[in-house]
T-cell receptor, first 110, second 113 residues
Framework: ELKVEQNPLFLSMQEGKNYTIYCNYSTTSDRLYWYRQDPGKSLESLFVLLSNGAVKQEGRLMASLDTKARLSTLHITAAVHDLSATYFCAPGAGSYQLTFGKGTKLSVIP | EAGVAQSPRYKIIEKRQSVAFWCNPISGHATLYWYQQILGQGPKLLIQFQNNGVVDDSQLPKDRFSAERLKGVDSTLKIQPAKLEDSAVYLC???????????FGDGTRLSIL
């Protein structure tokens, strides 16, 4: 059974600062997704990472994947308030199903 | 492109009652998923359909939950009878195929009294 651990679960950071969210998973996975969820809203796909060493960037967010270490990171550069949300990583295994982490609730403070 | 449609948005029932949720996936999407998201947790897959066949329902509590996808398009998820621990948001997602990104609906927030 694939287990997913995200760290930290809660993150409060000041605008303009950088920080990294970590996603560890327990078994081999052939792809990993990052999703964003705003309060009361559904999940929005941010990135899909399909190979070892994959790196994707969109605005102030950059995601990377190390399949050997079973680790993905989501790096936030110069945070702004609009990035406040909950971020989920979801590695895939088996019948292309996704297993979601518990999420990292990010609050960006002016 | 229209997104995944779900209804109702909110539902409040008493324990032991029954409830049904409806999902209309993005047109042409072969794969449909139902997830349960309990407050403060990530979504947990309940059932996955490929067209109108079930791919995986290993985490579906079959004594009380049922789901169907007739004609490989719309799907319904039913709970009968509901328990307090079923209080959650029920998310429907669809993808073009089983190895493509999943697109989520807004969910149905279920409260059990």
């Amino acid at each position: 059974e694939l287990k997913v651990e995200q760290n930290p679960l809660f993150l409060s950071m000041q605008e303009g600062k950088n920080y990294t969210i970590y996603c560890n998973y327990s078994t081999t996975s052939d792809r990993l997704y990052w999703y964003r969820q705003d309060p009361g809203k559904s999940l929005e796909s941010l990135f899909v990472l399909l190979s070892n060493g994959a790196v994707k960037q969109e605005g102030r967010l950059m995601a990377s994947l190390d399949t050997k270490a079973r680790l993905s990171t989501l790096h936030i550069t110069a945070a702004v308030h609009d990035l406040s949300a909950t971020y989920f990583c979801a590695p895939g295994a088996g019948s292309y199903q996704l297993t979601f982490g518990k999420g990292t609730k990010l609050s960006v403070i002016p | 492109e229209a997104g995944v449609a779900q209804s109702p948005r909110y539902k409040i029932i008493e324990k032991r009652q029954s409830v049904a949720f409806w999902c209309n996936p993005i047109s042409g999407h072969a794969t449909l998923y139902w997830y349960q998201q309990i407050l403060g947790q990530g979504p947990k897959l309940l059932i996955q359909f490929q067209n109108n066949g079930v791919v995986d329902d290993s985490q579906l509590p079959k004594d009380r939950f049922s789901a169907e996808r007739l004609k490989g398009v719309d799907s319904t998820l039913k709970i009968q009878p509901a328990k307090l621990e079923d209080s959650a948001v029920y998310l429907c997602a669809s993808s073009l195929d089983y190895n493509q990104p999943q697109h989520f609906g807004d969910g149905t927030r279920l409260s059990i009294l």
